[in-house]
């Protein structure tokens, strides 16, 4: 386990001043304010500036941040490890976004199972800041994302990059049909969840056109995209996600892909830890897998 003092700040990093990160401890401001200048005192740096009634981390407490955060999380594990030493095969908790764990991680698990049948993996959903929250707390070992997120601050492998589409009803007046993004707009939207990696990318590039989902007749958000592609079947709406989610659709033809001129979107699903982790052969070992199990 860290010292608690660096549990602290990892918490005032967190919460970006004393009194806030405090009551989240259960601790008095006085004592997060202690613990914040033994550290400084040990490492003979400044790690937080005054900006009104927040802290800002200085360029060496961004460096500590990061390290500590690695550390910290590689702990946890290491806890969980050891408490599985009984003659337990070793465990890997994955964290996914919503995409990836319903229509790519499948048929890669069922083959990494067939090779390792005494593996334990735990499998967990999420939007991406979700699950980069549980990476920094070691409650996941590593993700694969579609979302995006500082390059700068993970270690990333690119993983595939897929093609996002709009989806529409066989029935529906735009299937067959190339159109502009603005002929989409007299559609009601199925959108994900708010925090979904489809919904951001979505957002983000209707941005970059000018629009938003605002411009469309009616928006309507569901989190789940099975459920989604049910509804754009019998051409209650229009929607949008990456084509390997609607692959069996597409090629059943219960759904159609609609050209959008000028809309031509491919996005990075990347695997993703914590930068220097010990557990890094690990995260090498299944991506490889992944690659060549596509």
Known sequence: MLDFRVNTFLTVCESGNYTKAAEKLGLTQPAVTQHIKFLEDRYKVRLFVKEGKNMRLTGTGEIMRDMFT????????????IKKLNGEPKSLIIGVTNSIGEYVLPSILKKYLEREPEAKISIEIGNTDGLLDMLKK????FLISEGKFDKNTYCCKLFSREKFI????????LAGKSVFVEGLFPNRLFLGETGSGTREILENNLRQTGYS???FSSVTEIGSLNAIKALVADNYGISFMFEVAAAEELKTGRLKKVDIKGFDI????NFVCLKDTMFMEDFNKFFDFAVNNI
Do not use: M, P, W, Y
């Open 266 to 269: 491919c996005h990075d699903f």
């Open 70 to 81: 690695t550390l910290n999380a590689d702990c946890q594990k290491i806890d969980r490890r």
């Open 166 to 173: 709009c989806l529409c009803s066989v029935s529906s007046e």
């Open 213 to 215: 989902a605002d411009n």
């Open 138 to 141: 070691g409650r996941a070992d």
